[in-house]
């Protein structure tokens, strides 16, 4: 009755029971919360910049690669060009 009655006041005044048992257990359960916390965090960080680190490379036929193949032509386009040369070695 008295550990019962103990334990009410400690909730309303905010301060440890008489056990001071259970409240180093706590404390040590907060501590391996927040540990397991952190951990999960740095493997979150660790996955989306592999992932960042990644989809470059995934994408890379999404865009533009020149090669020989003429797909469409300004003529077909109705549109105005002239032809470029380059000089090269």
Known sequence: MRQHFASHVALIWNFE???S???KKKKIKQAQKR???NVENVLLIFIC???LLLIPGCLNNRFYQPNQTFYHTP???N???EE???KSK
């Open 35 to 37: 540990e397991i916390r």
């Open 84 to 86: 470029v040369f380059f």
């Open 17 to 19: 029971p008489f056990d």
């Open 75 to 77: 003529d077909q386009y």
């Open 21 to 23: 048992g259970t409240a």
């Open 49 to 51: 910049a592999i992932t």
């Open 79 to 81: 549109l105005h060009y």
